[in-house]
């Protein structure tokens, strides 16, 4: 139940919109499986780029903090796109769409002070949550907020956009 530390990267919708966004010709594009992964045309090249560049990151960080923690780690994805990766490798054992909200609902609670109904114990124990931090405020909160659903027993990763991560140096 120790937070031992995370891996922080841009999403895959971030990803999408900023090729589209900061690039002059540049289409938004369906976030799908392109049919080769040398791409014949601009879209199915975009999606190589995008939806099989984020399958190998994926499967390589995965691999890599395997590797660092010596044995098996289970792998849950979670998020709107997480589907789409999920689909195409092996690395990511659940997809669980409800986490986030899940966890969203149980931290509200905690920065309530509020204890836990009775039913939600299970929920935490032994969960892997992911709490994502994008705002400088949130960041402040996020040490307490660990430590608490640590204690409640679940796991938690924290990932933190690098304007947030500003904050807490």
């Known amino acids: 139940g120790d937070y031992l530390g995370g891996a922080i990267a841009p999403g895959l919708g971030i990803a999408a919109e900023a090729l589209y966004s900061r ?7 369906e976030l799908t499986a392109p049919p080769a ?3 014949k045309n601009t879209v199915h ?11 190998g990151l994926v499967e390589g960080l995965v ?4 590797a660092e923690l010596g044995g098996r780690a289970k792998v849950v994805a979670t998020g709107g796109m997480a589907h789409i990766l999920a689909q195409m490798t092996d690395a990511i054992e ?17 920065n309530r002070q509020e204890e836990p109904m009775e ?5 935490l124990k032994g969960r892997h949550i992911v709490v994502g931090v994008t705002a400088g405020i949130a960041a402040y909160k996020v040490a307490d907020l ?15 956009t690098p304007a ?3 904050f807490v140096r």
């Open 23 to 29: 690039t002059a010709k540049l289409p938004r594009i």
């Open 164 to 166: 947030a991560a500003e």
């Open 45 to 55: 090249a975009m999606q190589s780029g995008l939806v099989l560049g984020y399958v």
């Open 63 to 66: 691999a890599r903090i395997r």
């Open 94 to 110: 659940v997809v669980d769409p409800m986490l986030t909200l899940e966890g969203l609902r149980l931290i509200y609670h905690l």
């Open 146 to 160: 660990t430590s608490r659903l640590v204690k409640a027993g679940a796991n938690v990763d924290v990932v933190m």
């Open 37 to 39: 992964a040398i791409g």
């Open 119 to 123: 039913s939600e114990i299970p929920i």
